[in-house]
T-cell receptor
Framework: SQTIHQWPATLVQPVGSPLSLECTVE??????LYWYRQAAGRGLQLLFY??????ISSEVPQNLSASRPQDRQFILSSKKLLLSDSGFYLC?????????????FGDGTRLSIL | SQQGEEDPQALSIQEGENATMNCSYK?????LQWYRQNSGRGLVHLIL?????REKHSGRLRVTLDTSKKSSSLLITASRAADTASYFC?????????????FGKGTRLSVIA
C-alpha cells in the first residue's frame, strides 16, 4: 500500500533562518506531488505541485521554493524565513492514472517562526 | 479563480443528529471531492462525486451534487463524537489528471456527546 511521510512534525525557527521540509512517498511510481500551507482555522493554499522529477509549478510567488530530486521525494525550502511563513505545511500525492484522482496527505509540519 | 466555499463555517450538534454541510463553486468542474481533517492532522479523502453524478453514498455519508446550482452537500447521518473535525470540499477543473484541486475554507463540525 502507499504511504506518505513528512517530517519534522513540528519546527521552531528564527526569522531569517533557512528551511528544509521533506516529503517522501512509498508504494507508487511517478505520483503528482503537492505542497500546501494552512493558516490557523483556514483552508489550504496550494504552494507548489510537481508532475515529475525536476518539474515544479509555483502557485504563489514568495520566498519559498520546491524541488523534486527523486521521483518520490518533494522538498520545500527557504533561504530566509519570514514571520509570515508560520503555518501548517502539508504534503500530498495523487495518482496520474485517471482524471483528478483523490489526494493523500501527510500528517503535516507545524512551523513557528520567532 | 475557481473556488469552493463551505457553509456554514462552524456547526455544533448533538450526538445522533444529522449534520449537513454545503459547498458552492464558481465554474464548471470535472468532479468534486470531500475531505475530513482532524485537528493537527492531514486531510483524509472521504468521497468523490463526478459532474455527471447527482448523489453518492458511503456508509453514513451522503453527497449530492447540483451542477445547475454549482453546489454540493455532505450529509453525515447519526453523528458521533468521533465525527468532530473540519470538512473541506475540493473542486477539480479540466480533464487533466494533473490539475490541482482547489480547496474551500472548511466547515468545523463539533459533535457533542
Amino acid at each position: 500500500s502507499q504511504t506518505i511521510h513528512q517530517w519534522p512534525a513540528t519546527l521552531v525557527q528564527p526569522v531569517g533562518s533557512p528551511l528544509s521540509l521533506e516529503c517522501t512517498v512509498e508504494g507508487t511510481s511517478n505520483p503528482n506531488l503537492y505542497w500546501y500551507r494552512q493558516a490557523a482555522g483556514r483552508g489550504l493554499q496550494l504552494l507548489f505541485y510537481s508532475v515529475g522529477i525536476g518539474q515544479i509549478s509555483s502557485e504563489v510567488p514568495q520566498n519559498l521554493s520546491a524541488s523534486r530530486p527523486q521521483d518520490r521525494q518533494f522538498i520545500l525550502s527557504s533561504k530566509k524565513l519570514l514571520l509570515s511563513d508560520s503555518g501548517f505545511y502539508l504534503c500530498a500525492w495523487s495518482s496520474v492514472i485517471g482524471i483528478n484522482q483523490p489526494q493523500h496527505f501527510g500528517d503535516g509540519t507545524r512551523l513557528s517562526i520567532l | 479563480s475557481q473556488q469552493g466555499e463551505e457553509d456554514p463555517q462552524a456547526l455544533s450538534i448533538q450526538e445522533g443528529e444529522n449534520a449537513t454541510m454545503n459547498c458552492s463553486y464558481k465554474t464548471s468542474i470535472n468532479n468534486l471531492q470531500w475531505y475530513r481533517q482532524n485537528s493537527g492532522r492531514g486531510l483524509v479523502h472521504l468521497i468523490l462525486i463526478r459532474s455527471n453524478e447527482r448523489e453518492k453514498h458511503s456508509g453514513r455519508l451522503r453527497v449530492t451534487l447540483d451542477t445547475s446550482k454549482k453546489s454540493s452537500s455532505l450529509l453525515i447521518t447519526a453523528s458521533r463524537a468521533a465525527d468532530t473535525a473540519s470538512y473541506f470540499c475540493a473542486t477539480a477543473l479540466g480533464n487533466s489528471g494533473n490539475t490541482p484541486l482547489v480547496f474551500g475554507k472548511g466547515t468545523r463540525l463539533s459533535v457533542i456527546a
